[in-house]
């Protein structure tokens, strides 16, 4: 197996991908890039905008090409929006030396974390954010399990899931492992 080059972070929202994404990189010496804000970057205006003002098969075009740069490159840490990885297919073709991990969380943990009133998640805005979430969790939760390693955030600080992670990697001889850190 060839070392790991490259984290992609998935799971719900609120799962705490660009927290733990951000200890990763640091602790790896690697850069760090959150998908949403690429996509904010390059479309020039927030997430609930691209979704009010183009529909969310805009925003999913615009995330599948930030993903594709990002995945190109060498030594990063990549926080997926939720939405990205849930996506058939996206799993099963990351390229070559990339490492999945799918951080776990309770739709009822990630509507307290994502708190769906401050308008930042707009699959989450409507009246029923719960109902919501637990209804799209499960629907994607068979595409976040074809991540080669997860790991449950419920009740861990985003030092513990870095960690954990991080002990992951290198205990896991049938993933990619040495991690390559030079
Ligand atoms: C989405 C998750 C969000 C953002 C957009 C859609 C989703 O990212 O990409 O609101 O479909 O789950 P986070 O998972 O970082 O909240």
Not at 145 to 169: I, W
């Amino acid at each position: 197996m060839p070392p790991s080059r490259r984290l992609v972070l998935v799971g719900f929202m609120g799962c705490g991908k660009s927290s733990v994404g951000r200890v990763l990189a640091r602790r790896l010496g690697w850069s760090f890039v959150d998908l949403d804000a690429q996509v904010v970057k390059a479309e020039g205006r927030p997430v609930p905008a691209i979704f009010a003002e183009s529909g969310e098969s805009h925003f999913r075009a615009a995330e599948a090409r930030e993903a594709e740069r990002a995945l190109a490159r060498d030594r990063v840490v990549l926080a997926a929006g939720g939405g990205w990885a849930a996506q058939p297919g996206r799993l099963a073709n990351l390229p070559e030396g990339t490492t999945s991990v799918w951080l776990r969380v309770s739709a009822e943990e990630a509507v307290r974390r994502a708190r769906p009133r401050s308008g930042k998640r707009p699959l989450l805005a409507g009246p029923d954010p719960l109902g919501t979430a637990r209804e799209l969790l499960s629907r994607r939760e068979p595409e976040y399990a074809r991540a080669h390693l997860e790991v449950d955030t419920e009740g861990r600080t985003v030092e513990d899931v870095a960690a954990r992670v991080l002990q992951l990697l290198e205990s896991e001889p049938g993933i990619h492992t040495p991690l390559e850190t030079r």
